[in-house]
């Protein structure tokens, strides 16, 4: 069984800041180290959307809309993949979720973590 455990979401104020968290669990934790890891969000009416990509080897990719702003990390001893947050903006309020993609093929998400962004 695999789980995959968001947290970090909240409401915060415009132009502020969150770090989410994705804490893995189950039979992925001992090839963690090699899985494609990403955050999605979904706002409400919308289609879920690539947020930020982390490779097994570090690299990154994010949406233009958070470039700049956003920065997805990985302890891989920890098991665990972050999202910073920071210059938030309206528009980023969402569920988000976390995704993990292993080399075979399997994909995993997470039940997600609200952020709200308003004054």
């Known amino acids: 069984q695999v789980q995959l455990v968001e947290s970090g979401g909240g409401l915060v104020q415009p132009g502020g800041s969150l770090k989410l968290s994705c804490a893995a669990s189950?039979?992925?934790?001992?090839?963690?180290?090699?899985?494609?890891l990403d955050w999605y969000r979904q706002a409400p009416g919308e289609q879920r959307e690539l947020v930020a990509r982390?490779?097994?080897?570090?690299?990154?990719n994010y949406a233009d809309s958070v470039k700049g702003r956003f920065t997805i990390s990985r302890t891989n001893a920890k098991r665990t993949v972050y999202l910073q947050m920071n210059a938030l903006k309206p528009e980023d309020t969402a569920v988000y979720y976390c995704k993990a993609n292993t080399p075979g093929g399997n994909v995993y998400w997470g039940r997600g973590t609200q952020v709200t962004v308003s004054l």
């Open positions: 189950g039979s992925i934790l001992n090839i963690f180290s090699v899985l494609l």
């Open positions: 982390i490779t097994s080897g570090g690299s990154t």
